[in-house]
């Protein structure tokens, strides 16, 4: 089998691990580099891509391999609806999923006149509405945090949402192809200053993870039309909460996760099958609506 990378950084741990499984097992593995993608031949393409990548040339390099019928996981449509989350809030509202209430706005200006206004609620945590490499992921406790965001984000569409207190520590829960994997993280959005971990956090695995989150990790591949992708949840009032949808992350320091890759891949070149189809793009919020509810009000 021919087994195409996707992607810049083919030296990534989890990349490489699976390569050097397939070809182990006598597969040839290809690296395309999306900015500086193969010229159009009349060669076969690779018998299957894995979208590693999910900058703009990438996902048009994907399309174009779909359109010439090569598998492509993840899909190129899937993959480009994770990265703008306003429709990714509204897909995961409308298809029950406890997300967490996302407001919109072409700026942090705009939500600073809102929260000026007394039109939201603080303190939230404010994203890029396009997720990316080195975007905008920022707690605003006050107005003045606000205002920062504001002057150093001038021109930046966003999104925010409640800010859920925590322990400090958040739950990473990846999946590929249905197998859980899954750690604990310090947040970046946490209270600054020392924070024990939680006990046996380094050791926090797919059978610490209660029975009703693995179901929604798994229900969030079947949403999204995902098969390689992350999860990531906060403690809500009532239940977890998804907070955003990563597809093909990294998933470092994962055993099995390389294994689990590689039979994927080999899994889909074999069926021959197009990608299958992502739910539509649902059409986000106008500027300044919320995608479901309020930001402060609790997530359901």
């Given amino acids: 089998m ?29 690296a395309l580099d999306p ?9 076969p393409p690779a018998d299957v891509y894995l979208l590693k990548a999910r900058t703009p040339a990438a996902l048009a390099l994907a399309r174009s391999l779909e359109e010439r019928g090569a ?15 306003t429709a990714m809030a509204g897909l995961a509202r409308r298809a029950g999923l406890p997300f967490a209430p996302t407001r919109t706005a072409g700026s942090p200006a705009a939500l600073l006149a809102a929260a000026e206004a007394g039109d939201l609620v603080l303190p939230l945590v404010v994203k890029s509405r396009h997720s990316r490499r080195g975007d905008l992921v920022a707690r ?21 949402q409640p800010y859920l207190p925590s322990t400090g520590w958040d739950q990473k829960l990846w999946v590929v192809a249905g197998q859980l994997f899954c750690t604990r993280r310090r947040s970046e959005l946490a209270d600054p200053g020392p924070t024990l971990p939680p ?23 079947e949403v999204f039309g995902l098969d390689v992708y992350g999860v ?25 996760a390389p294994e689990a890759l590689a039979a994927l891949a080999l899994r889909a070149a074999e069926a ?3 990608s299958p189809p992502a739910p539509p793009a649902l059409p986000g919020p106008r ?12 997530a359901r």
Avoid: K, M, Y
């Fill in 2 to 30: 021919r087994i195409g990378l996707i992607t810049s950084a083919p030296d990534h741990p989890l990349l490489a691990a699976a390569g050097a499984l397939l070809t182990a097992r006598g597969h040839r593995v290809e």
């Fill in 35 to 43: 900015a500086h993608p193969p010229a159009a031949d009349d060669a």
């Fill in 71 to 85: 598998p492509v996981v993840n899909p190129a449509a899937a993959t480009a609806l994770c990265q703008d989350r």
């Fill in 140 to 160: 605003a406790d006050d107005l003045a945090r606000l205002r920062a965001l504001a002057d150093q984000w001038p021109g930046e569409a966003v999104v925010a």
């Fill in 199 to 221: 006990h046996g956090a380094d050791a926090f695995g797919p059978h610490d993870l209660p029975a009703e989150r693995a179901r929604l990790a798994l229900r969030v591949g």
């Fill in 232 to 256: 990531d949840l906060l403690d809500g009032p009532h239940e977890p909460v998804v907070v955003d949808v990563n597809a093909f992350p990294g998933i470092r320091g994962q055993a099995g």
């Fill in 272 to 274: 021959g099958r197009p």
């Fill in 287 to 298: 500027e300044g609506d919320p995608a479901d509810a309020e930001p402060d009000a609790a």
